[in-house]
T-cell receptor, first 115, second 113 residues
Framework: GAVVSQHPSRVICKSGTSVKIECRSLDFQATTMFWYRQFPKQSLMLMATSNEGSKATYEQGVEKDKFLINHASLTLSTLTVTSAHPEDSSFYIC???????????FGPGTRLLVL | QQQVKQSPQSLIVQKGGISIINCAYENTAFDYFPWYQQFPGKGPALLIA?????SEKKEGRFTISFNKSAKQFSLHIMDSQPGDSATYFCAARLNNAGNMLTFGGGTRLMVKP
């Protein structure tokens, strides 16, 4: 199956700093990428949909100024958590859809801990 | 509003047994139903998927049964193994919503040796 990578796999930062998470589709081009957040023992919560070359579409309740998304190429989307606070600590997962537009392939996730 | 309801929340099965996880949906505009397997600390991995024009799909030990009239679908894991212990998520896709997936709440499966 298609491979999606995320970097870093885990990050610890101080409150108030910004953290950038990269999501790459390694062996296919992805016009659409999604960013999810997952709390322990819970399901995936969609944060935003990222389309290459256009602005991301955010789900209700997700602050677009806090979670900046850039999808600069067909293989890379980035999520920047700005001025991170402890309540932003979570598991962030991206996914990508190939050009056929059906299957979502998920990255391995990024564990963010804000102290 | 939870559009995809998944049950049970947790499941314990003996090795060699059959694990059954059920999902129900309301929106008839869903057109694609994947199942994902997630191990702790990892991202979800696509296991198997089905379209509503098919009543059953089998891949190895994994089978999806789909009941369109009842708006229900289920995952059956035959000959369950300890290595199958993970969290399983059903999902449903809206065709006209940019391929967004709506996930069920998840089922934590434990297969006892």
């Amino acid at each position: 199956g298609a491979v999606v990578s995320q970097h870093p796999s885990r990050v610890i930062c101080k409150s108030g700093t910004s953290v950038k998470i990269e999501c790459r589709s390694l062996d296919f081009q992805a016009t659409t990428m999604f960013w999810y957040r997952q709390f322990p023992k819970q399901s995936l919560m969609l944060m935003a949909t990222s389309n290459e070359g256009s602005k991301a579409t955010y789900e209700q309740g997700v602050e677009k100024d806090k979670f900046l998304i850039n999808h600069a190429s067909l293989t890379l989307s980035t999520l920047t958590v700005t001025s991170a606070h402890p309540e932003d600590s979570s598991f962030y997962i991206c996914s990508a859809i190939d050009l056929l537009g059906e299957t979502q392939y998920f990255g391995p996730g990024t564990r963010l801990l804000v102290l | 509003q939870q559009q995809v309801k998944q049950s049970p929340q947790s499941l314990i099965v003996q090795k060699g047994g059959i694990s059954i996880i059920n999902c129900a949906y309301e929106n008839t505009a869903f057109d694609y139903f994947p199942w994902y397997q997630q191990f702790p600390g990892k991202g979800p991995a696509l296991l198997i998927a089905i379209r509503p024009d098919v009543s059953e799909k089998k891949e190895g030990r994994f089978t999806i049964s789909f009941n369109k009239s009842a708006k229900q679908f289920s995952l059956h894991i035959m000959d369950s193994q300890p290595g199958d212990s993970a969290t399983y998520f059903c999902a449903a896709r809206l065709n006209n919503a940019g391929n967004m997936l709506t996930f069920g709440g998840g089922t934590r499966l434990m297969v006892k040796p």
